[in-house]
């Protein structure tokens, strides 16, 4: 059983920027599919960025051009760098791995607002 902890969410001015990171308690080596979604308050849980186990990465175009994902394998742990950050970007952030099974941390909110 893998455990996904996330942190580094926020209150941030619209405009300004966040780093996420989602630590698994094994290694992620072998997870071939891994991403962040978010879901915002009456809105469905929605993809925000992906990555495989090559490091191609894929965006939603909400996000395109002002989120980066990555994966540090060594230190176990994925990371969502946000930048300009609109007040449309507010929901609650959850890491995903999948290895045959699903994990799911527990969600970081992030709040974008003046």
């Known amino acids: 059983q893998v455990q996904l902890v996330e942190s580094g969410g926020g209150l941030v001015q619209p405009g300004g920027s966040l780093r996420l990171s989602c630590a698994a308690s094994g290694s992620i080596l072998s997870f071939n599919s891994m991403g962040w979604y978010r879901q915002a308050p009456g809105k469905q849980r929605e993809l925000v960025a992906h990555?495989?186990?090559?490091?191609?990465?894929t965006y939603a175009d909400s996000v395109k051009g002002r989120f980066t994902i990555s994966r540090d394998n060594a230190k176990n742990t994925m990371y969502l760098q946000m930048n300009s950050l609109k007040a449309e970007d507010t929901a609650v952030y959850y890491c995903r791995m999948i290895r045959v099974n699903d994990y799911w941390g527990q969600g970081t909110q992030v709040t974008v607002s003046s």
């Open positions: 990555i495989t186990i090559s490091g191609t990465t």
